[in-house]
């Protein structure tokens, strides 16, 4: 069992017993962050930026590494639809 934590305008958290994507936690938390692409990696409008727990996140893959370019991203940032977590983040939008 994991605690994935949200820090923005409608702070949330979800317990997750499996590797989940960031988004689909959000979702589970009540939290309402922005996914216009439908978890397609296109949009980037589900930018989040991880505070904690990074090393518990997938790699990028090849679409979220050109999203995050297109918007010029910084390393503590992934695509809310893309990343899966396997343990405790703590992540802001
Ligand atoms: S929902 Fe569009 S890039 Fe994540």
Avoid at 16 to 42: D, F, T, W, Y
Avoid at 47 to 59: K, R, S
Avoid at 72 to 79: E, I, S, V, W
Wanted: aromatic fraction near 4%.
């Amino acid at each position: 069992m994991h605690t994935i934590r949200f820090d923005g305008k409608a702070p949330g958290s979800a317990e997750c017993e499996q590797e989940i994507p960031l988004l689909a936690a959000a979702s589970k938390a009540g939290v309402p962050l922005n996914h216009r692409c439908g978890g397609h990696a296109r949009c980037g409008t589900c930018l989040v930026t991880i505070v904690e727990g990074a090393e518990y996140l997938n790699e990028r893959g090849t679409a979220e590494t050109r999203v995050l370019e297109v918007l010029k991203a910084g390393p503590d940032q992934r695509l809310a639809c893309q990343a899966w977590a396997r343990g405790q983040v703590l992540c802001r939008y």
